[in-house]
C-alpha cells in the first residue's frame, strides 16, 4: 500500500541545534512533494514543496528539504532552530499527478530556549 | 486575497445526529479537497471537488458525502455520526487546474457526544 512515515514522532531540540526530521514514502511512480508545518494554534501552513528540477529546495524561514529519488525520501534539515519553530511537521505526497494528499503521522517539534 | 474559511469553527453534536460543514475556497480556485484530522489516524484524504465535480475519493464511508456548488464554495456532510467521527476537518483550496500547492483553512471541529 502506498504511504509516507515520518520516523520521528516527537522531536525536542535547543535553540541553536540543528534540525533533520525523516520523511520517507512508498510511491513508485511520479511524485510531487511538501512539507507543511502547523503552529500551535494555527492552520497548516506549507513549508516547500518539490515538483521537478533542483532536488535540493528551499522554502520559508530558512527551511529546506532534499529529495532523493533512489532512497523514497524528503528529508527536511534547518541548521539552527529558534523558539518559534516549536510545531508540528507534516511530510505529505502527491502522487501521478492525482488530486490527493497522502500525509505522514507528522512530527512534534518542541525547542527550548 | 483573503485565506480559505471554514465554518462553524467547532460543533458538538450527538450520536446518529448529521452535520454540514462548509467550507469557502480562495478567489479564483476551483477545486476544494476536504481532509479529516485526528490524533490517532493524523490527517487523511475525504474527497476532492472541481467545477461541481467529484474528482477524487479517500478511503471513508458512504456516511461522509460533499458536494461544491458553481462559486466552488464547498460542503461536507456527515449522517449518521459515530464517537469516532470527532476530528479536526480541514478544508483546503488549489487552482485545480494541474499539480499544485494545496492551502489549507483553520478547521472544524468536531465533537460527538
Known amino acids: 500500500a502506498q504511504s509516507v512515515s515520518q520516523h520521528n514522532h516527537h522531536v525536542i531540540l535547543s535553540e541553536a541545534a540543528s534540525l533533520e526530521l525523516g520523511c520517507n514514502y512508498s510511491y513508485g511512480g511520479t511524485v510531487n512533494l511538501f512539507w507543511y508545518v502547523q503552529y500551535p494554534g494555527q492552520h497548516l501552513q506549507l513549508l516547500l514543496k518539490?515538483?521537478?528540477?533542483?532536488?535540493l529546495v528551499k522554502g520559508i524561514k530558512g527551511f529546506e528539504a532534499e529529495f532523493i529519488k533512489s532512497k523514497f525520501s524528503f528529508n527536511l534539515r534547518k541548521p539552527s532552530v529558534q523558539w518559534s519553530d516549536t510545531a508540528e511537521y507534516f511530510c505529505a505526497v502527491n502522487a501521478d499527478s492525482g488530486y490527493a494528499l497522502n500525509f505522514g503521522k507528522g512530527t512534534s517539534l518542541l525547542v527550548t530556549p | 486575497k483573503a485565506g480559505v474559511t471554514q465554518t462553524p469553527r467547532y460543533l458538538i453534536k450527538t450520536r446518529g445526529q448529521q452535520v454540514t460543514l462548509s467550507c469557502s475556497p480562495i478567489s479564483g480556485h476551483r477545486s476544494v479537497s476536504w481532509y479529516q484530522q485526528t490524533p490517532g489516524q493524523g490527517l487523511q484524504f475525504l474527497f476532492e471537488y472541481f467545477s461541481e465535480t467529484q474528482r477524487n475519493k479517500g478511503n471513508f464511508p458512504g456516511r461522509f458525502s460533499g458536494r461544491q456548488f458553481s462559486n466552488s464554495r464547498s460542503e461536507m456532510n456527515v449522517s449518521t455520526l459515530e464517537l469516532g467521527d470527532s476530528a479536526l476537518y480541514l478544508c483546503?483550496?488549489?487552482?485545480?487546474?494541474?499539480?499544485?500547492?494545496?492551502?489549507f483553512g483553520p478547521g472544524t471541529r468536531l465533537l460527538v457526544l
Open positions: 518539490y515538483f521537478s528540477g533542483d532536488p
Open positions: 483546503a483550496s488549489s487552482p485545480g487546474t494541474g499539480v499544485e500547492t494545496q492551502y
